[in-house]
T-cell receptor, first 116, second 112 residues
């Protein structure tokens, strides 16, 4: 199993450009999450999904959109990138059947995004 | 607002010593905590977790202690090795869809 993978690993955008970050997991996990990590800070939740076709806002959702058309994929979109969105983005997934709260979140390797 | 935070941003230890990383939380209703290790250029990796009905939990070379009275938890690493060098985060699972709230992290530097 590859676990959680993220594409691309690095990206540089100009202000106003758009892009989509792809997260894929091959563990048949139900829940998926997108976080951002800024220098010297912990991870903050952007959006999450509890199943195919469902998404919800996290702590810092503004400026981002997400989609979960397939169970194994969770996409994060930036419609009009801003310098404040320069960050490292992490995707995570967890099995979580029947609402169990002790399932481990497995993280991808991250995407480093710079917006000029 | 309610948050999970860390006391020290950087901890330097000698190889073979024991390390203690601390974390404070402010939500007295919090009942489940996780420690993650993040190596440079990688995503966080699960180390150990603890629920509020426990005071202590042990893993391989790691122990987590929870003091609900002062809302504090710590991660103890025995016989610290160079491979333990990383940033360590405590995170609170705030129920509802397994969402995590992360602290700012502590960098552990292990010197030979």
């Amino acid at each position: 199993n590859a676990g959680v993978t993220q594409t691309p690993k690095f990206r540089v955008l100009k202000t106003g450009q758009s892009m989509t970050l792809l997260c894929a997991q091959d563990m048949n996990h139900e829940y998926m999450y997108w976080y951002r990590q800024d220098p010297g800070m912990g991870l903050r939740l952007i959006h999450y999904s509890v199943g195919e076709g469902t998404t919800a806002k996290g702590e810092v959702p503004d400026g981002y959109n997400v989609s979960r058309l397939k169970k194994q994929n969770f996409l994060l979109g930036l419609e009009s990138a801003a310098p404040s969105q320069t960050s490292v983005y992490f995707c995570a997934s967890t099995l979580t059947l029947q609402g169990a709260r002790t399932d481990t979140q497995y993280f991808g390797p991250g995407t480093r995004l710079t917006v000029l | 607002g309610e948050s999970v935070g860390l006391h020290l941003p950087t901890l330097s230890v000698q190889e073979g010593d024991n390390s203690i990383i601390n974390c404070a939380y402010s939500n007295s209703a919090s009942d489940y905590f996780i420690w993650y290790k993040q190596e440079s250029g990688k995503g966080p990796q699960f180390i150990i977790d603890i629920r509020s009905n426990m005071d202590k939990r042990q893993g391989q070379r790691v122990t987590v202690l929870l003091n609900k009275t002062v809302k504090h938890l710590s991660l103890q690493i025995a016989a610290t090795q160079p491979g333990d060098s990383a940033v360590y985060f405590c995170a609170e699972n705030r129920g509802g869809y397994n969402k995590l709230i992360f602290g700012a992290g502590t960098r552990l530097a292990v010197h030979p």
